[in-house]
Every structure is written in C-alpha cells, then in structure tokens.
C-alpha cells in the first residue's frame, strides 16, 4: 500500500516537472533578460528558475522559460498573461512542450479539422449557379 506521504511527494514532483515547462514567447523583447522576466512572472508566486533565450551575442532570442514552485501559480501565470501586451506586442504564454510532443498535437488538430472539413457537407444540397 502506498502512503499519504508517498503520494503527496510524488504528486509534488509531477507538478514541479510540469512547471519547469512554462514557456514565455514574445515577438520581440531585444531587451529582455533573466531579471526583468523575473519582475514580470513573480507577481504570480515563487518562481524556481526563469531564462531568457539568447544568442550568441546575448541578444534575446524573443522567448524564455520560467519555472514556478506551485503548480496553480503557473497556471495563474498562463491564464493571466496569454495575449497580453507587452511594450506593445503580444505574448504568447503556455506550458512548453518537447518538439515531439508539439507536433503530434498540430498533426491531431489538424487531421480533426480535416474531418470536420469533409464532413460538413456530408449529405448537404448545394447551390450553384453559372456566371
């Protein structure tokens, strides 16, 4: 039989690697780093880790990585900042995904639209007229 304890604890780990996936991606932020991505995430609560993606030059890549303690805050942080403007420009806030991962869900909502595409007008009358 498995503790409380056990529990608890495992359900602890799962919530910490699924919030070392959040995923902050702006169209531009040349000017963003690991402290100002910080000022704008810990509103939300206690953050483990955040990282700003650079390039060779240190030049900000346009997305980042943060990573809460609490799973509700991070969830908090997604619904609240998605579509958020920043300096004008939108973000685009969401769990990370692995590439993987990512493009199996694409292929899903696409084959899904796909079908729903087809069978729309399954069985329906359709006008037409020469022009």
Do not use: C
């Amino acid at each position: 039989m498995i503790s409380t304890h056990t529990i608890k604890h495992l359900q602890d780990d799962v919530a910490e690697m699924v919030l070392s996936l959040m995923e902050i991606i702006s169209h531009t932020w040349e000017d963003m780093d690991d402290n100002k991505l910080n000022e704008i995430f810990s509103k939300f609560g206690p953050t483990l880790s955040r990282r700003v993606m650079t390039d060779e030059s240190g030049k900000s890549k346009g997305f980042g990585f943060v990573s809460f303690e609490r799973h509700e805050d991070a969830k908090r942080a997604v619904d609240e900042m998605n579509g958020k403007k920043l300096n004008g420009k939108q973000l685009y806030v969401a769990r990370a995904q692995k590439k993987g991962e990512r493009q199996t869900e694409l292929k899903r909502k696409f084959e899904q639209m796909k079908q729903d595409g087809t069978t729309r007008y399954q069985g329906v009358n359709l006008y037409f007229k020469r022009t």
